[in-house]
C-alpha cells in the first residue's frame, strides 16, 4: 500500500474507538481522536438531550489542537457515532475546517439503534472527495465484538482501493 491513510474519529462512549482502532490497525493506518474543548455529559438524560440537539441543528463545536495535517493523507476512514440520527458537532466542524477534495473517502458509523442520516450527512459533507465505501456498526453489548471484527474485515475489503 503506497497511500497515506489517516482513521479520523470522535467517540463519546468509547465504542467509535473501539471501531477506529481496529480499521487503523488493520489499514496500517495513523489514527486522528477529534477531543471538543468542551465536551457534552457522558451520563444520564443530558448527554442524549444536548448531544441530539446539537447534531439535529447541526452545530459545530470548537476542537482542541492536534498535529495532523489531513492533507498529507491521500485515503481518510472518517468515523462517527449516532446522535439523532445524524453526524456529531466534532465532525462537522472537522469537515468545515478541512474540505478533503480528491480524497479517497470511506465513512463509518457506530450506532445502538440504527445508523439514520449520519453517513448521508458525511458523504455530503465531503461531497468534492471519491467516496469508496461507508459502513454502519451496531454496538450493542453483546455483539460488540462481533461489530470489531466486521470492521477488520470491512477495512481489509478496501485494502486494494486505499
Same mark, same amino acid.
Given at each position: ?6 482513521? $479520523?474519529?470522535? %467517540? ?9 482502532? !481496529?480499521?487503523? /490497525?488493520?489499514?496500517?493506518?495513523? @489514527? ?49 457515532? $449516532?446522535?439523532? %440520527? ?9 469537515? !468545515?475546517?478541512? /474540505?478533503?477534495?480528491?480524497?479517497? @473517502? ?57
Amino acid at each position: 500500500m503506497d497511500n497515506k491513510v489517516l482513521v $479520523v474519529y470522535y %467517540s463519546l462512549e468509547g465504542n467509535t474507538k473501539l471501531i477506529a482502532e !481496529a480499521i487503523a /490497525k488493520e489499514s496500517a493506518a495513523e @489514527i486522528l481522536r477529534l477531543k471538543p474543548v468542551k465536551e457534552i455529559p457522558s451520563r444520564g438524560f443530558f448527554k442524549y438531550f444536548i448531544g441530539g440537539m446539537k447534531a439535529m441543528f447541526k452545530v459545530k463545536c470548537a476542537l482542541q489542537s492536534y498535529a495532523v495535517d489531513p492533507s498529507q493523507y491521500d485515503t481518510i476512514f472518517i468515523g462517527t457515532p $449516532v446522535w439523532a %440520527s445524524r453526524t456529531v458537532p466534532a465532525l462537522r466542524t472537522f469537515l !468545515a475546517r478541512h /474540505k478533503l477534495n480528491g480524497k479517497k @473517502i470511506a465513512a463509518f458509523c457506530t450506532y445502538m439503534g440504527n445508523e439514520g442520516k449520519s453517513l448521508k450527512n458525511i458523504l455530503k459533507l465531503t461531497q468534492n472527495s471519491t467516496h469508496i465505501s461507508k459502513k454502519g456498526f451496531k454496538m450493542l453489548p453483546d455483539i460488540k465484538s462481533q461489530s470489531i471484527e466486521h470492521a477488520v474485515k470491512w477495512a481489509s475489503s478496501l485494502k486494494d482501493e486505499l
